[in-house]
Each structure stands twice: as structure tokens, then as C-alpha cells.
Nanobody, 129 residues
Framework: QVQLVESGGGLVQAGGSLRLSCAAS????????VGWFRQARGQEREFVAA????????HCADSVKGRCTISRDDTTDTVVLLVNNLKSEDAADYFC??????????????????????WGLGTQVTVSS
């Protein structure tokens, strides 16, 4: 069974950039549609960004739109989330999630957490002012 592993969290200065990676242990991340979610302390988990199985379609949440890029890195077999101009409200635990396409079009991406089968354990992001 595939296990997702996030990396790249830590302390980031406000106004700086965040780069998170998601890899699949026991599998290949390129076999999955992938999403990123985050959960701040005391708040519900929220959608951040998603990328389709074939990588052609991406979507970022309004909360990070204009500051967000999600992409596939085939050389490292990871999905990378970049968030620029970090704000205090970006501080949270970030989780990557994945699902197989299971007959759906390769261009689909998924914004609901319930759409995903596999989840990583998360990586903490702290934003310093």
C-alpha cells in the first residue's frame, strides 16, 4: 500500500516562500491525482491545491490564489507545492493526499478531502513575523 511522505515544512518568514514536496513510498506519485490540504490549530482541514493525474490541470484555493503553484517533478517523482508571499494565516499542518483515477478522466483534479484515498502524516509550517 502506498504511503505518502511530505517534506519541506518548518519555520518560514512572513513574505517568504514555502516549498513542500509529496512523495509516494511503495509506489509512484505519478500514478495518482494529488491534493494538498492544511489544518491550522483549532480549525477544520481546508483544501489548498490539487493537480490532475496527467498534470495538465491544477487548481489553487482562493486563500492562496495568485501565490500558489502545484506541479509534478518527474525527475524526483514528487508533487511540489509552492506558496509565495507567506502570511500568518498560512501557518498550519500541511497534508498531501492522493487517489487513483479509477476510470475518471486524466484531467480531473479533486478539491474535496473525501475524494482522496491516501494521506500523509503532515508537515508543520510556522510563519514568523
Amino acid at each position: 500500500q502506498v504511503q505518502l511522505v511530505e517534506s519541506g515544512g518548518g519555520l518560514v518568514q512572513a513574505g517568504g516562500s514555502l516549498r513542500l514536496s509529496c512523495a509516494a513510498s511503495g509506489g509512484t506519485i505519478s500514478d495518482y491525482a494529488v491534493g494538498w490540504f492544511r489544518q491550522a490549530r483549532g480549525q477544520e482541514r481546508e483544501f489548498v491545491a490539487a493537480i490532475s493525474w496527467d498534470g495538465s490541470k491544477t487548481h489553487c484555493a482562493d486563500s492562496v490564489k495568485g501565490r500558489c503553484t502545484i506541479s509534478r517533478d518527474d525527475t524526483t517523482d514528487t508533487v511540489v507545492l509552492l506558496v509565495n508571499n507567506l502570511k500568518s494565516e498560512d501557518a498550519a499542518d500541511y497534508f498531501c493526499a492522493a487517489r487513483r483515477n479509477e476510470g475518471y478522466p486524466a484531467t480531473y483534479y479533486y478539491v474535496l478531502s473525501s475524494s482522496y484515498t491516501y494521506w500523509g502524516l503532515g508537515t508543520q509550517v510556522t510563519v514568523s513575523s
